[in-house]
């Protein structure tokens, strides 16, 4: 018979082999959280501090309350938890409180039956995944555009060319009155040349990649905005010194960086509005691959880049077909800025997310970073 001295010694040699939660939850590449019986925040990876934007200290101070409302579906989805004893799950789940904002997540809570109480929830954009469904068929989108810019420049642009030099010989042997006739129909012809010419850009030309310094890209495009078309906007910029270079084409991701501050100080500058801001934010979160159209190519996308605005928000109707094609909400726009962002990014190996609401829109964009292979074959 073991004595209990010995029984006690050899639980206690158990209790040693067997691994550490904490360290279990820390290899998980998915945001894991653990709640008390209290709902205090007992323990949090990092990749949920980079989910939920707090570090891990800071959420030692908290309880779920202070994170989200008490009428969240969160808080019912942890009670079920609890009596029922199993494993339960919840999809789209939004979060819109002044510490965090997510949209669209799917959440797993499951007891642990060692400590009696405490709910282990893990978190997941489900956002993302919609997000990536959506962007392959902005990209059939995209392809249509090409297949129809060609069409254009064929059918279209060679009359075009002939239309504008009759004009332009009419305008020299006409009056006054009908000379202004004539620069209408130059004016309109050379209008309708330039909507060929930047739908011909949707082409699908392979990229050549180097690595770019992400942050000078943005340093860049903020210098051209706060010297052009934002003179009057407040730049905010939260940069995470560490990043590696991004895998792409600078000119390219300065085209995408343009077009989305552009579109941002439009927003923040309509109407009057007071205070117009834009934030730029970059950080680095794990977990995340995509693959490379038109190869067997995998690519991580770790590399985060945000572009906020405290504008009005994009339409409820317009969000959903925010990246297609000749989708706008301005009254003198052509709709193909945002359809050919959707495209460079995607071309990248990317993939760019949207989170609108008033006072605040995001556009995030998830990008691969330069590898030690791809730096190998560039040096």
């Known amino acids: 018979m073991i004595n209990p001295v010995t029984r006690a010694a050899i639980a206690l040699r158990e209790r040693r082999r067997a691994p550490d939660p904490s360290q279990i939850l820390s290899a998980l590449p998915v945001p894991a959280v653990l709640l008390d019986p209290e709902n205090r925040f007992r323990y949090v990876n990092h990749a949920?501090?980079?989910?939920?934007?707090?570090?891990?200290?800071?959420?030692?101070?908290?309880?779920?309350?202070?994170?989200?409302?008490?009428?969240?579906?969160?808080?019912?989805?942890?009670?079920?938890?609890r009596k029922s004893g199993a494993t339960v799950s919840d999809h789209d789940l939004s979060v819109d409180s002044p510490r965090f904002t997510r949209q669209g997540m799917t959440v797993q809570g499951s007891p642990l039956p060692e400590e009696p109480g405490a709910v282990l929830l893990v978190l997941q954009n489900a956002s993302a995944a919609r997000a990536l469904d959506r962007q392959l068929a902005f990209r059939g989108a995209a392809r249509s555009v090409t297949g129809m810019a060609a069409i254009l420049a064929h059918e279209v642009k060679n009359p075009l060319s002939g239309i504008r030099g009759a004009a332009q010989l009419l305008e020299t042997s006409v009056d006054a009155r009908d000379r202004e006739l004539t620069v209408?129909?130059?004016?309109?012809?050379?209008?309708?040349?330039?909507?060929?010419?930047?739908?011909?850009?949707?082409?699908?030309?392979?990229?050549?990649?180097?690595a770019v310094n992400i942050h000078r890209v943005l340093e860049h495009v903020r210098k051209l905005a706060q010297s052009g078309f934002a003179p009057h906007v407040r730049f905010h910029e939260m940069y995470d010194p560490s990043l590696p270079p991004v895998w792409g084409n600078r000119d390219q991701l300065v085209q995408v960086i343009l077009n989305l501050v552009k579109n941002a100080a439009e927003a923040v500058t309509q109407d009057g509005q007071p205070n117009p801001e834009i934030t730029l934010i970059t950080g680095y979160q794990h977990g995340m691959r995509l693959a490379v159209p038109g190869t067997s190519t995998r690519l991580d996308v770790p590399l985060l880049v945000v572009v906020r605005d405290n504008g009005p928000g994009i339409p409820e109707d317009i969000r959903p077909h925010l990246f297609e094609?000749?989708?706008?909400?301005?009254?003198?726009?052509?709709?193909?800025?945002?359809?050919?962002?959707?495209?460079?990014?995607g071309d990248h190996g990317g993939?760019?997310?949207?989170?609108?609401?008033?006072?605040?829109?995001?556009?995030?964009?998830?990008?691969p970073v330069l590898t030690d292979e791809e730096a190998d074959l560039g040096a």
């Open 184 to 210: 209408l129909i130059r004016d309109e012809a050379d209008r309708i040349r330039d909507l060929v010419d930047r739908m011909e850009i949707f082409g699908e030309k392979p990229i050549m990649r180097t």
């Open 325 to 345: 094609p000749f989708v706008t909400s301005k009254a003198t726009g052509s709709g193909l800025g945002l359809a050919l962002v959707a495209k460079i990014v």
């Open 351 to 367: 993939l760019i997310e949207v989170d609108s609401r008033p006072g605040r829109t995001e556009f995030r964009l998830h990008l």
């Open 48 to 81: 949920a501090e980079q989910f939920l934007g707090i570090s891990a200290s800071g959420l030692s101070q908290l309880r779920l309350r202070d994170l989200v409302p008490d009428d969240n579906p969160l808080f019912l989805l942890v009670d079920q938890v």
